[in-house]
């Protein structure tokens, strides 16, 4: 078994945790479809007993993607909300998480509606300055949960020093990096415990799987997170692995072409005499762009844009005239998508929250796909038209 971890990102990518199958010499990890394991005798085997904790397949894929972080550990779960899920369950009544106010509707919605019932409080704060965090801990703080760039508002978030506050408070610092993907960005080097990932989106990257992931350095951490997998059940099946395993093969390849296609869309809508305003952390311009460069590797393909006084009819007919963007949830996928965040992604946060947030009802977001970018750019020019 050859150890990557050492080599560059593009290697580990195809090669990390796909160990040719021993008894055939196949190159693809094998998809077992297994529920259970034969066992020697009661207790002994060959450490597998029941594929709800452990899967090969689904072993090989967490080895990936932890190289991919440069981390020692990683679970996978059937979800990003999943993984998400399992990081709350480590919480106790009492106990307070400071995060960002513009969020996943998906996230809010988890923090809101289930897990403030069971007596956790959430601080839904502007983190964009690290600084404002330290107004919220106290001695019931646990957590600080960060998205960076945010979902939809791109909004940029100093990891390290959110880290370095941290640290000193004794808080545990987990990151959504999903709209980065671990090619543009690696929290766990900047000083995060924790790096979620919503599968589904860049590592997956073909919109045919649905799967989340957690990883992070520490053993007990790792050992936690995987006892609350195995005991609440949120496990990925062996064929959603296999795919995303696939999928992952050409991660730095997509993520080259999203970030160009994204660069080349958000040049042609800055000055677009129909945009009022467009989030998109490349440019100079956008708050925190320097602590982006040092972060990020790149800026990716995600950008927002809100409409120049554009009703929510006549932001719905724009959304629905387009030819080669699609109008869906979801992102990062090889195809272009377009969204309406306030009645689709996050619709579960009142509206009031959203437009504090930006999230007002003529911004639509992009995932900048891999197509030709002329075609993308043209597909714009007649539906903004």
């Not at 560059?8 to 990518?13: I, N, R």
């Not at 440069?70 to 909300?81: D, E, I, L, R």
Request: hydrophobic share 40%; aromatic share 8%.
């Amino acid at each position: 078994m050859t150890d990557f971890s050492k080599h560059k990102f593009g290697t580990k990518a195809i090669h990390a945790g796909a160990d040719p199958d021993p008894s055939t010499g196949a190159i693809m990890t094998p998809i077992f479809q297994t529920s259970t394991y034969v066992q020697e005798s009661p207790g002994t085997n060959k450490g597998y007993g029941y594929a709800r904790g452990k899967n090969p397949t689904r072993e090989a894929l967490q080895k990936n993607i932890a190289a991919l972080e440069n981390g020692k550990h990683c679970v996978c779960f059937s979800s990003g909300m999943g993984a998400t899920d399992a990081v709350m369950k480590m919480l106790r009544p009492g106990d307070e998480v400071i995060t960002g106010d513009d969020l996943y509707g998906g996230s809010y919605r988890m923090f809101t509606k289930i897990y403030e019932n069971f007596g956790i409080k959430f601080h839904f704060i502007n983190l964009t300055n690290a600084e404002n965090i330290k107004k919220y801990i106290n001695a019931n703080t646990k957590l600080i949960w960060v998205e960076t760039p945010t979902n939809p508002t791109m909004q940029i978030i100093d990891i390290a020093a959110c880290s370095s506050i941290a640290k000193a408070n004794n808080l545990l610092l987990a990151v959504d990096n999903t709209f980065a993907s671990p090619y543009l960005q690696n929290p766990l080097a900047l000083g995060a415990d924790i790096v979620m990932h919503s599968v589904t989106k860049y590592l997956g990257g073909h919109s045919d799987v649905v799967m989340g992931a957690l990883v992070m350095n520490d053993d007990k951490l790792h050992e936690l997170i995987y006892f609350i997998l195995n005991s609440c059940g949120a496990n990925p099946g062996p064929m959603d692995c296999f795919l995303v395993m696939r999928g992952i093969k050409t991660l730095h390849l997509r993520m080259e072409r999203h970030c160009y296609n994204g660069r080349k869309v958000a040049e042609y809508l800055k000055t677009h005499p129909k945009i009022e305003k467009i989030y998109w952390p490349g440019f100079t311009d956008h708050p925190n762009h320097e602590i982006a460069k040092k972060q990020m590797r790149d800026f990716g393909g995600m950008i927002s844009i809100v409409l120049k006084g554009a009703s929510l009819e006549s932001t719905f007919k724009t959304a629905s005239s387009f030819k080669v963007f699609s109008l869906a949830e979801s992102l990062g996928g090889v195809e272009s998508l377009i969204n309406h965040p306030a009645t689709m992604t996050h619709a579960s946060i009142p509206k009031t929250e959203r437009d504090k947030a930006g999230v007002v009802e003529n911004l639509l977001r992009l995932s900048v796909g891999v197509e030709d970018v002329e075609d993308l750019i043209e597909d714009l020019k007649q539906a903004l038209g």
